[in-house]
């Protein structure tokens, strides 16, 4: 039973799909024109091409699950994601978005190249770094911290399924939230 709800929380609390949720709490607080236009170049870049990524992978054979467990099996499409959230992040400069959207665009750039650096190395949990990237976010944007339990939520899924260590999920989480919360701080509250 334990297991099962575990395995519940990770599936619903995917980073892509809490990133889309993250969007819509984003651009409502974002100023300026280009508002809709701009969330949805972060959907596309950021959550959107990551998941057709790992869907065409999958269907390939090249990871052997959405989650992609075996940290030899994450550089190439680490390396795709970083990719698109480079090219978002440059589609948003050109657009003049506004700076919230800029901000949560940089954040996912910047975590993508953080996991594949880290990925050569050692496994880290990318969805601790995406849920608490999220919270930290929200968080940064709207303040209270009801945000921390989805996220404290994914963090001990992951445990409970052993897939990763405390650790792993210690530094996905305190990567998540520092970047975001350094990201949000410098661009927002400038």
Same mark, same amino acid.
């Given at each position: 039973?334990?297991?099962?709800? +575990?395995?519940?929380?990770?599936?619903?609390?995917?980073?892509? &799909?809490?990133?889309?949720?993250?969007?819509?709490?984003?651009?409502?607080?974002?100023?300026?024109?280009?508002?809709? #236009?701009?969330?949805?170049?972060?959907?596309?870049?950021?959550? &959107?091409?990551?998941?057709?990524?790992?869907? $065409?992978?999958?269907?390939?054979?090249?990871?052997?699950?959405?989650?992609?467990? /075996?940290? =030899? /099996?994450?550089?190439?499409?680490?390396?795709?994601? +970083?990719?698109?959230?480079?090219?978002?992040?440059?589609?948003?400069?050109?657009? /003049?978005?506004?700076?919230?959207?800029?901000?949560?665009?940089?954040?996912?750039?910047?975590?993508? %190249?953080?996991?594949?650096?880290? #990925? +050569?190395? *050692?496994?880290?949990?990318? $969805? =601790?770094?995406?849920? *608490?990237?999220?919270? +930290?976010? %929200?968080?940064?944007?709207?303040?209270? *911290?009801?945000?921390?339990?989805?996220?404290?939520?994914?963090?001990?899924?992951? &445990?409970?399924?052993?897939? $990763?260590?405390?650790?792993?999920?210690?530094?996905?989480?305190?990567?998540?939230?520092?970047?975001? &919360?350094?990201?949000?701080?410098?661009?927002?509250? =400038?």
């Amino acid at each position: 039973m334990k297991q099962k709800f +575990a395995q519940r929380v990770s599936q619903v609390l995917n980073p892509m &799909f809490v990133l889309a949720i993250v969007i819509v709490l984003v651009s409502a607080k974002a100023a300026g024109s280009g508002v809709w #236009t701009a969330a949805l170049v972060v959907f596309v870049f950021g959550a &959107f091409v990551p998941l057709c990524i790992v869907l $065409h992978m999958l269907r390939r054979g090249e990871i052997s699950e959405v989650f992609i467990p /075996d940290r =030899a /099996d994450r550089p190439r499409p680490l390396c795709l994601f +970083a990719a698109s959230a480079w090219l978002g992040v440059g589609v948003l400069y050109l657009l /003049d978005a506004p700076q919230a959207l800029n901000a949560l665009m940089l954040c996912v750039a910047v975590l993508s %190249v953080i996991a594949l650096v880290v #990925t +050569a190395h *050692w496994k880290i949990s990318l $969805h =601790a770094m995406g849920l *608490w990237a999220a919270c +930290a976010a %929200v968080i940064a944007l709207y303040g209270g *911290w009801l945000a921390v339990l989805p996220a404290g939520l994914v963090s001990w899924a992951r &445990f409970a399924l052993r897939v $990763h260590s405390v650790s792993q999920i210690l530094a996905g989480g305190i990567a998540g939230a520092g970047v975001t &919360f350094l990201i949000f701080g410098y661009m927002i509250n =400038a």
